[in-house]
């Protein structure tokens, strides 16, 4: 009956949050649109760089379209992640239906990570759709030799993004406004997590912080197993350091969230917004 | 005496945080909600929690719902303490709010209760004989698929209440249930909760308001909140009691100059002249009447009407409130 529960609830959220999702039908269609025309310009700009390949790109195929779209695509990954569960507590909090959402027995952490699947599965979605755009349309090459190795990088990455989205949450909880930690990590993730250039164009000095962002050990594992086709023992190296940022940010994560969520408590503040 | 929801001693201090106090380490601006509540409620009541806006029932409410946890004192519900075993108290609670946000907008009535449905551990057939139960008990099987953001305001507290039914719980806990609804919707609300779910289905009800006329149509018992503090509680013969000693009565006279009821000790309150009478109200004591009359009647002032006036509960509220302050 438990484990009936435990994916019953899930489903229900995103059965709820597809529905919602799909009454506003224009805004629906039109997300997809916005990755084709996205695609589309980096195809452009690609064209534009293509002729003078960098030295740089070399270890990645030496395509610039291709290197990008996988960055921006997988990008999307930590941008749901980080935002994903504050968001959805600040919306329901605007809604109003926080408070109803707590009232019943099931428990906070599961609502919190319920309300966010569906989130995941979209952005799983539409980076299988930049993928499709990628290669029917755009003739970009990919390789799926080693589909294991893409589930755990996925997953370890995926897990590293969410311990530190859940702290945004907690800071939504007890602050009810941004969390700075969303907007330092995206601003350095975009700026030296390698998603339009590789790190090796950071200057010498600046790269050594770029390795301190799971985004970019995410990203080359990615690119190697995609667009080198390289099996699992030559990504293994980023699966180690994944699991140690996984290991360690999703703890704290969930710690501070629960601090979060004890504070607002006390505080009486859990649905103000 | 059993008792479905017992609090001792509740206390509950707001506190205001801002980056001010955080980092400038500016005061921390403080709000007394609730200071030493204590009150009990018996299974299968409908107990109303009285007071003026801000008094501290719905932090009272929200503590009991587990969304607030108390700094001070103790309580249970259903034998389950509040804030250690909080997750075995939401199972036995149903909580009606005022927020008809708190549904989603673009699913139907019973779409919603389907999501609610869920989180309140219902599945499968269960939960479509719960919802379909629910929806005939609130009369709204015939609005089930239409979009809840299409429900007029009393379709919606009446899904409000299906919702915080779909567990089946022992309490339900309505704050303010009928505030934004018209009176003929606030009446088949009450009607509902009075007839139905109190007497038929022995629901214990926890009704939150500050419209007396309302309180004492509903509720068995009540306790009076002012200023985060219970300042009376009882039955409403008990808090009428309260302030017996002092009578009202209603007098209906020949018009007449107030001088001659002034010069037999008759102070007249309210006065009005209607159809050539004069009525007024008058504070005294039982045994004064038969001689105010008698004097008046030597007066030649005929006495159409005299009868005491009930004390209603606005008069006791005014009295304990005026009192505590």
């Known amino acids: 009956m438990q484990i009936n529960q435990a994916v019953l609830k899930p489903v229900s959220f995103l059965i709820r949050d597809f529905l919602i999702d799909v009454s506003y039908r224009f805004n629906f269609v039109l997300q997809f649109g916005g990755i084709f025309i996205s695609t589309l310009m980096f195809f452009f700009l690609s064209r534009l760089i293509g002729s003078g390949v960098s030295d740089q790109l070399l270890p990645y195929g030496g395509d610039y379209f291709a290197f990008v779209l996988v960055g921006i695509a997988f990008t999307d990954y930590l941008s749901v992640s980080l935002s994903s569960f504050s968001s959805q507590i600040r919306s329901a909090q605007m809604m109003g239906t926080l408070e109803a959402l707590l009232v019943t027995p099931t428990s906070v952490p599961a609502i919190l990570f319920s309300s966010s699947l569906y989130n995941f599965i979209f952005t799983s979605l539409r980076i299988i759709v930049y993928m499709v755009f990628g290669v029917f349309i755009f003739g970009v090459r990919l390789h799926f030799t080693s589909l294991t190795a893409l589930a755990v990088i996925i997953a370890l990455t995926i897990l590293s993004f969410i311990g530190i989205g859940l702290f945004s949450a907690a800071f939504i909880i007890i602050f009810k406004q941004g969390s700075p930690i969303n907007w330092v990590i995206s601003i350095a993730s975009g700026l030296l997590g390698g998603v339009l250039y590789p790190v090796s164009v950071l200057p010498s000095w600046l790269q050594p912080y770029s390795y301190l962002l799971p985004i970019t050990h995410a990203l080359e594992a990615i690119r190697q197993l995609l667009l080198n086709g390289a099996p699992f023992a030559a990504v293994y190296k980023q699966v180690l350091i994944l699991s140690l940022f996984a290991g360690i940010l999703l703890p704290l994560g969930l710690m501070a969230f629960g601090y979060g969520l004890k504070m607002a408590k006390k505080e009486g503040s859990l649905i103000h917004y | ?325």
């Open chain 2, 1 to 325: 005496m059993s008792y479905t929801v017992e609090l001792k001693d509740i206390t509950k201090v707001f506190i205001e945080r801002s980056w001010g106090t955080l980092l400038l380490r500016r005061p921390i601006r403080k709000t007394e909600a609730l200071r030493g509540v204590s009150l009990s409620v018996e299974r299968g009541e409908i107990f109303g929690l009285l007071g003026p806006n801000g008094a501290g029932k719905t932090t009272l409410i929200k503590i009991l719902a587990t969304l607030i946890l108390p700094d001070g004192g103790s309580g249970s519900v259903c034998g389950y303490d509040l804030c250690s075993q909080s997750s075995r108290v939401r199972r036995m609670i149903g909580l009606v709010n005022t927020s008809e946000r708190s549904f989603y907008w673009r699913l139907t009535g019973k779409q919603n209760l389907n999501f609610f449905a869920m989180l309140y551990n219902l599945s499968g057939v269960q939960k479509k004989k719960r919802i379909d139960e629910l929806l005939e008990l609130v009369g709204l099987n015939e609005k089930a698929d239409t979009l809840f953001m299409k429900y007029s305001d009393g379709q919606k507290q009446r899904l409000a209440i299906a919702r915080a039914l779909l567990s089946d719980p022992e309490i339900l806990l309505m704050d303010e249930p009928t505030k934004s609804l018209d009176p003929l919707a606030a009446s088949a609300l009450i009607d509902l909760t009075v007839n139905e779910l109190a007497s038929k289905k022995g629901k214990t009800v926890l009704w939150c308001t500050h419209n007396l006329k309302e309180a004492e149509k509903v509720c068995s018992r009540l306790a009076i909140i002012h200023k985060g503090k219970v300042i009376a509680s009882g039955d409403l013969q008990h808090m009428k009691s309260l302030i017996a000693t002092e009578s009202f009565y209603q007098m209906s006279v020949d018009n007449c100059p107030i001088e001659k009821l002034q010069k037999i000790g008759i102070t007249p309150l309210r006065r009005i002249h209607n159809n050539g009478h004069l009525e007024f109200e008058v504070k005294a004591q039982g045994k004064d009447i038969p001689l105010f009359i008698k004097d008046l009647v030597g007066m030649g002032i005929n006495v159409h009407a005299c009868k005491e006036k009930p004390v209603e509960l606005d008069e006791v509220f005014e009295k304990l409130v005026s009192h505590a302050d």
